[in-house]
T-cell receptor, first 116, second 113 residues
Framework: AQTVTQSQPEMSVQEAETVTLSCTYD???????LFWYKQPPSRQMILVIR??????QNATENRFSVNFQKAAKSFSLKISDSQLGDTAMYFC?????????????FGKGITLSVRP | EAEVAQSPRYKITEKSQAVAFWCDPI?????LYWYRQILGQGPELLVQ????????DSQLPKDRFSAERLKGVDSTLKIQPAELGDSAMYLC???????????FGDGTRLSIL
């Protein structure tokens, strides 16, 4: 079974600064996907970024980038130029390479607060 | 506003009562998921449908929970009877196929008194 660990329960960052959220996972699979999802207060969960395990290049989406270390089973999210709208819970999630079962396994999440 | 529609947004009921949640996925999405999210935790899968067929319901407490997607479009999740420990957010998600990103609805927040 897969497990996803987010050991930091909460973090705070000043607006316009950079913050890194940590995530580790455990799996015996070789092919899989990793995700970061954002859940703002009382709003829907939205996908921030996705990384395919077979790709060595780290994924980037505008101000969001990841540091994917497959051997270390580490998948951190870097948010550059933090904005007030980035305040949310962030979840790291794992998916086995999709076959019939494509469920997401989530970590416990981290609450990020961006200070003005 | 979420493209995956869920109702109701909030539900308060007493233990031992029956409760039902409804989800309408994005049009054309064959895969539908129900997750339960306890406050302060990450979501956990309850059931996954591919069209009208159940793919995974290994974590669904089948003595009290049931889920259906009769025509392969919208879906209903039911709890009968509800227990105090069922208080949580119930999230529905859908994807075009299992390989595509999952899109989540706003969820139904259930409180059991």
């Amino acid at each position: 079974a897969q497990t996803v660990t987010q050991s930091q329960p909460e973090m705070s960052v000043q607006e316009a600064e950079t913050v890194t959220l940590s995530c580790t996972y455990d799996t015996s699979e070789n092919n899989y996907y990793l995700f970061w999802y954002k859940q703002p207060p009382s709003r829907q969960m939205i996908l921030v970024i996705r990384q395919e395990a077979y790709k060595q290049q780290n994924a980037t989406e505008n101000r969001f980038s990841v540091n994917f270390q497959k051997a270390a089973k580490s998948f951190s999210l870097k948010i550059s130029d933090s904005q007030l709208g980035d305040t949310a819970m962030y979840f790291c999630a794992f998916m086995k390479h999709p076959g019939a079962n494509s469920k997401l396994t989530f970590g416990k999440g981290i609450t990020l607060s961006v200070r003005p | 506003e979420a493209e995956v529609a869920q109702s109701p947004r909030y539900k308060i009921t007493e233990k031992s009562q029956a409760v039902a949640f409804w989800c309408d996925p994005i049009s054309g999405h064959a895969t539908l998921y129900w997750y339960r999210q306890i406050l302060g935790q990450g979501p956990e899968l309850l059931v996954q449908f591919q069209d009208e067929s159940v793919v995974d319901d290994s974590q669904l407490p089948k003595d009290r929970f049931s889920a259906e997607r009769l025509k392969g479009v919208d879906s209903t999740l039911k709890i009968q009877p509800a227990e105090l420990g069922d208080s949580a957010m119930y999230l529905c998600a859908s994807s075009y196929t299992g390989m595509q990103p999952q899109h989540f609805g706003d969820g139904t927040r259930l409180s059991i008194l």
